[in-house]
């Protein structure tokens, strides 16, 4: 089907911008649109947490947001190159904040990332879990914590020792399948955000993370799409959260 650009990037749409899509290693950073000119092909957006400045380097640029219909959901496209850095940008309730206006090629397409923004969790924006490992469960906050998580995967950090006792989830090795069961949480929220199950796999190990932990990089390898969904909007609005906070502080 034809996307049209004027009824999907709207003012105050949440959009992601994606560095690289096409490669091993695309990078995604989450916005929101605060203005548009179709005639132009301009849309400004906030800056990112990361900024995107003149020194940014990559091979292409896409500007991204997810539609609905009859359904299903996508995740559509625009080719675009960033045009001007707003320092100043003046927003409608007359505060500042930086900005970045981004030039963009018809048509839109449908999309996918392979890879995402890693989110670092937060005090507000949190996930409690448990996983499986040998045939004992083990919790987050007593016997690993999660330290970050993506669309793709999560970082967990575990302590090598309980007192004297070694922690055998520092037995775990590459490749083993680690079911995982979460709650996401959003502390501003009276009920948790989601919960539900996926599959995952060990992809990386880091034993010298410290001296008292190792990091442990898990890939996720199932989860039903309404879970994904959860997940994603999850992260997304973690990061338009920090977004906002930056704005005020600034």
């Not at 005639?39 to 900024?51: E, F, L, S, W």
């Not at 005090?123 to 007593?142: P, S």
């Not at 060990?202 to 199932?222: D, K």
Request: aromatic share 8%; with cysteine; hydrophobic share 40%.
């Amino acid at each position: 089907m034809g996307f049209e650009i004027d009824k999907i990037f709207l003012p105050s749409v949440g959009v992601n911008l994606v560095f690289d899509m096409d490669s091993l290693t695309p990078v995604s950073r989450s916005s929101i649109i605060y203005d548009t000119s179709y005639g132009d092909k301009t849309i400004t957006i906030a800056q990112p947490i990361v900024p995107v400045t003149s020194e940014t380097r990559f091979d292409q640029l896409h500007l991204t947001t997810i539609v609905h219909f009859k359904q299903r959901r996508a995740r559509v496209g625009l080719a675009c190159k960033p045009v001007k850095f707003i320092d100043q940008y003046q927003l409608a309730n007359n505060s500042v904040t930086k900005a970045l206006v981004i030039q963009y090629k018809e048509p839109p397409i449908e999309t996918n990332i392979r890879a995402a923004f890693r989110l670092p969790l937060s005090q507000r924006h949190n996930i409690k879990a448990k996983l499986l490992f040998n045939g004992v469960e083990y919790f987050t906050a007593r016997d690993f914590k999660i330290k970050d998580i993506s669309f793709a995967g999560m970082g967990l950090v575990v302590p090598k020792k309980f007192g004297k006792k070694t922690n055998p989830l520092t037995e775990v090795k590459l490749t083993t399948p680690v079911p995982v069961g979460m709650i996401l949480v959003d502390k501003n929220e009276k009920d948790p955000v989601g919960t539900f199950p996926v599959k995952t796999k060990v992809v990386r190990l880091n034993p010298n993370y410290s001296e008292s932990h190792m990091l442990v990089g898990l890939r996720i390898t199932a989860i039903m799409p309404e879970s994904e969904d959860l997940l994603n909007r999850f992260i997304h609005k973690a990061q338009i959260d920090e977004l906002k906070r930056i704005s005020k502080r600034g």
